[in-house]
């Protein structure tokens, strides 16, 4: 749980996004958690993005709410805590909660829960994908963009928005986001190399892996 | 989220179980939430079980802590939920919990975690199995009966013990409990089949498969 206390938003108060030329052109958007107005904003500068993906957190979810719901008709992916999605739908089965935010615009839902793994619903598919195990978690600040940040890397890397892929997409998010939670700031993050990553890919799938034998 | 409010052992008060002749060499044991104490009871009359497997919960964590460590040594597998993990090992992390309760004698620890399915850890394998994606729990009353139920019985039935069985057997334990609150009292169970069984068990494999692609 967090609470909280003050939000001082500093820089974004007045901020006005330009996006550079050169990067109107990205086929592969994520939409950080700012404010929907200026989520909206930079999406407005970009040219026939093949997949926008955006995050949110209580904070607009409770004082922006139409402006949020505005946005959400653009997002392909959203993004939320089991919080957030609780909070945004008042439902509090994540199933249901998920289908309500489906409604609201994304065709792709991933609620992310933390040590219990996260979700994924899209209109095919119910993916459920396990927590790395860690015994220590040093430092849980920017875990939610790490996860955003695999995902959507992934899905830029090979250009594939099948279920299949997808599943694999919240495996790399939840792979980054272990990563950062294990170091404090961006340790645990910047001496990681392809291999490093592949490795704990696996790890993931031995976690999860179970298999059918027939009896007599 | 449940309150106890107030405890009726009700017969369980002055019992005293005796396990007929034809039951004492049981290999599979299954002792469910009762009094520590009856529970080696309850032992005590089996001859040489293969495997022990119990149940417990917070009015015997509180009330008589002692006596169920005197019972956990001799328990193969213990299962257990999130809360009552947390209150008998007074660790938050899960992961760490169930090391500290293997400490206690169960080889085999299970955390039952509701809607974030369960975790099953061995001194060789860590297992996270997903929960069935319900949208309608009609009554939760009986759900740990039911796993414990379908885990043990999976055990039985196929008498193998390896980390390979043990998670089929979580996954025919969730399976269990997935049919017991999706409807009201045993209604859930009582119309069952081995194929209905059969069924849902690869729709939690579905519901958790992923697959590694390699890219260039």
């Known amino acids: 749980m967090r609470d909280t206390i003050k939000t001082e938003l500093n820089v974004f108060e007045s901020f006005d996004p330009v996006i550079p030329p050169t990067y109107r052109k990205t086929p592969y958007v994520c939409l950080g958690n700012i404010d929907p107005v200026l989520q909206l904003k930079v999406l407005d500068q970009i040219e026939k993005p093949r997949l926008v993906l955006g995050d949110t957190m209580n904070f ?36 249901k909660a998920a289908k309500i935010m489906m409604g609201f615009g994304p065709s792709i839902v991933i609620v992310k ?14 993916f459920s994908a396990p927590a790395y195990p860690l015994e220590n978690i040093h430092d849980p600040t920017g875990a939610g963009d790490s996860f955003a940040g ?4 992934w899905l830029a890397r090979t250009d ?3 279920d299949e892929n997808l599943k694999r997409a919240v495996i790399y998010g939840s ?18 190399s392809y291999l490093k990553v592949q490795d ?3 790890e ?5 892996r179970f298999d059918e034998v027939e009896i007599a």
């Open 60 to 95: 607009w979810i409770e004082r922006k709410r139409d402006e949020l719901l505005e946005t959400l008709k653009r997002m392909d992916v959203l993004v939320v805590n089991e919080s957030e999605a609780r909070l945004l739908t008042k439902e509090p089965n994540l199933i």
């Open 113 to 126: 829960k933390g040590e219990h793994g996260a979700l994924l619903v899209t209109e095919s598919t119910i």
């Open 175 to 192: 792979t980054m986001a272990s990563f950062c939670v294990e170091e404090f700031g961006i340790a645990g993050l910047q001496d990681l």
């Open 150 to 153: 695999g995902f959507i890397g």
């Open 160 to 162: 594939d928005l099948s």
């Open 204 to 208: 993931f799938r031995e976690l999860s």
């Open 200 to 202: 704990r890919f696996r």
